[in-house]
Structures are given as structure tokens and as C-alpha cells.
């Protein structure tokens, strides 16, 4: 008997992220292990005060990115299962703003391919963070070519 396709694990929009629901997309009776993480938004950021976040995504792209990064996770760590949620939109102090769960058979592993896909969405998938505080809002991990660094 052969699988049908992999169910969607991923998701990006605006409603607020549960950790019942990225663990209920891993969960099942040959997982002996289960990891979540949780990104939350904090009220600094390298030395700034922050009151809110602001995530825009190229939402079909970032998707497609995601779900790759998943595939490539399952198929290089045997026997585990990925989900990524993130959102996008204006996020408090407090808010999560993405869930990274794994499932496998054994806990190491359950661990290593949370933050694989943690790592890589970072890395990789097209979502941009605008931070708000005192100052005002500024992008963060870019720089204007036209304002010298640190003056954006």
C-alpha cells in the first residue's frame, strides 16, 4: 500500500497560533516523542524597546518554501513529521508569532527537526519583521543603502 501525498502542514495568516493545533498536525501512534517551539514577541531587541511587530509574508512563495523545507526534513531525518505555522499581521508583546512542532519515534530526533525548521524558515522563507517602538518603527535585518548603517 503506498501513501497519498503528505497533508499540509504549514500555514501563514493572521489568526492567532495554537499549540494544540501544530501539535494535533504531528501527533500520531508511532511518535514517541513530540517537540514544539514557540516564538513569541519580545519587549527588546538588541538593546531597543519594542511595544509591537508588524510580519508581511509573500504569502504564496513563503508557503511553498515552507513546504519544502518540511519535505526536505522529513527525508533527511527517517520517521519524523514537521508543521510550521506562522503569522502575519500586528503582534503584541506576548503574541506568538510562529510554531515549529515535530513528531518522531524517539525525542532526539523530534528535537533536531524542531529546530531544523525553525532555523531554516528563518533563513529561507520570505517573511519580513517590522519592529515598533519609541523611536518608531524600523525593518529589521535590513539596511537602506542610502542611510549609513544604523541610521535607518
Known sequence: ???????????????????????????????????????????????????RLEYE???????????RIRAEIETEIPGVRVAALHRTGSLGVGDVSVIC????????????????????LKERVPIWKREHGPDGPYWVGWEDARCPPGHH
Open 101 to 120: 512542532a515535530a513528531s518522531a519515534p524517539h525525542r532526539d530526533d523530534a528535537f533536531r527537526a524542531c529546530r531544523v525548521m525553525i532555523d531554516r
Open 57 to 67: 509574508a509573500y504569502a504564496s512563495m513563503a508557503g511553498a518554501e515552507m513546504d
Open 1 to 51: 500500500m503506498t501513501e497519498g501525498p503528505a497533508p499540509r502542514r504549514i500555514a501563514i495568516g493572521t489568526e492567532p497560533l495554537s499549540a494544540d493545533a501544530a501539535i494535533a498536525l504531528v501527533a500520531r501512534e508511532g511518535a514517541g516523542g513530540i517537540a514544539v517551539f514557540l516564538g513569541t514577541v519580545r519587549d527588546v531587541n538588541d538593546g531597543r524597546a519594542v511595544t
